[in-house]
């Protein structure tokens, strides 16, 4: 499957932005997908999935301000990050596996199919 990922920008602190992944080339219903964020000189950190059944899951430092969902019908996934932060400016990833077991999802390495990263700078 290929993943592009689109929406990243320039906001204010405490302003709101929403990415998109559109996937194509598999079965998008198959996928767990993830988004993922890397910091300039820091390592590539889980963020937030989410699974077939629409079960959820995110980060401690994200949680009540993001928000990832998925339109099958239109193979995409999203994530809606509302207040944000300067700590959230980073390159965001997003990321698909079809084989993922629950313990493994925040683990960079257990993601087989990887977009090329949107840029989120959020000025203080």
């Known amino acids: 499957v290929q993943l592009q990922a689109s929406g990243g920008g320039l906001v204010q602190a405490g302003g709101s932005l929403k990415l998109s992944c559109a996937a194509s080339?598999?079965?998008?219903?198959?996928?767990?997908m993830g988004w993922f964020r890397q910091a300039p000189g820091k390592e590539r950190v889980f963020v937030a999935s989410?699974?077939?059944?629409?079960?959820?899951h995110y980060s401690d430092s994200v949680k009540g301000r993001f928000t990832i969902s998925r339109d099958g019908a239109k193979n995409t996934v999203y994530l809606q990050m509302d207040s944000l932060k300067a700590e959230d400016t980073a390159l965001y990833y997003c990321?698909?596996?079809?084989?993922?077991?629950?313990?493994?999802?925040?683990?960079?390495?257990?993601?087989?199919?990887w977009g090329q990263g949107t840029q989120v700078t959020v000025s203080s």
């Open positions: 080339g598999g079965t998008f219903s198959r996928y767990v």
């Open positions: 989410i699974w077939r059944s629409g079960t959820t």
């Open positions: 990321a698909a596996d079809s084989n993922l077991i629950f313990s493994s999802q925040y683990r960079v390495t257990s993601y087989d199919y």
